[in-house]
T-cell receptor, first 113, second 114 residues
Framework: GENVEQHPSTLSVQEGDSAVIKCTYS??????FPWYKQELGKGPQLIID?????GEKKDQRIAVTLNKTAKHFSLHITETQPEDSAVYFC????????????FGSGTRLSIRP | SQTIHQWPATLVQPVGSPLSLECTVE??????LYWYRQAAGRGLQLLFY??????ISSEVPQNLSASRPQDRQFILSSKKLLLSDSGFYLC?????????????FGPGTRLTVT
């Protein structure tokens, strides 16, 4: 089955700098890659996703890139702000009628003021 | 708009006691429903998913069970809790059919088994 690995497990960046989180997946059939942000004590929130027919997607300060050949994808956050501090999860699934999303282990991002 | 509710928000139960967690979704019909467990500081583990009333698929063998008595209601149960059942339980929903890839999570239930 699918396996998703996520790095780093913790990341601390200065406010205003960029943060990058990287993930790899094992199943070449996976074609949907969402990213979730989880604040303390809350459920994960979908922040951006990408499908395998595109290599990059951007939404304001957040961007995701996908390399299908290498089976890895990344989340880029630019101009980081204190409210970006949270745990971020990458995930992979096969686009189907009942998607089973496989999650990475998470990255705890801390923004230093 | 769609909303998802979970209750209770927190729960402390002794080992060997029964469990019932409830999840309901509003604003959509025939959603796909999911139960996940998140151990402290860990990722999300899919426990069960359902594509319709009475249709439950189990991902991990354990002493938990799930039921879907109504279209937008998903229940997670156990007859006898174990210490290892402690964790943060999350319910999620997605649109039915081929649109069902974006999953949206509820606020979660934090379960502590003592």
């Amino acid at each position: 089955g699918e396996n998703v690995e996520q790095h780093p497990s913790t990341l601390s960046v200065q406010e205003g700098d960029s943060a990058v989180i990287k993930c790899t997946y094992s199943d070449s059939a996976s074609n949907y890659f969402p990213w979730y942000k989880q604040e303390l004590g809350k459920g994960p929130q979908l922040i951006i996703d990408i499908r395998s027919n595109v290599g990059e997607k951007k939404d304001q300060r957040i961007a995701v890139t996908l390399n299908k050949t290498a089976k890895h994808f990344s989340l880029h956050i630019t101009e980081t702000q204190p409210e970006d501090s949270a745990v971020y999860f990458c995930a992979a699934s096969i686009y189907s009628s009942a998607s089973k999303i496989i999650f990475g282990s998470g990255t705890r991002l801390s923004i230093r003021p | 708009s769609q909303t998802i509710h979970q209750w209770p928000a927190t729960l402390v139960q002794p080992v060997g006691s029964p469990l019932s967690l409830e999840c309901t979704v509003e604003g959509t019909s025939n959603p796909n429903l999911y139960w996940y467990r998140q151990a402290a500081g860990r990722g999300l583990q899919l426990l069960f998913y359902s594509v319709g009333i009475g249709q439950i698929s189990s991902e991990v063998p354990q002493n938990l069970s799930a039921s879907r008595p109504q279209d937008r209601q998903f229940i997670l149960s156990s007859k006898k809790l174990l210490l290892s059942d402690s964790g943060f339980y999350l319910c999620a929903w997605s649109e039915p059919g081929l649109a069902g890839n974006e999953q949206y999570f509820g606020p979660g239930t934090r379960l502590t088994v003592t």
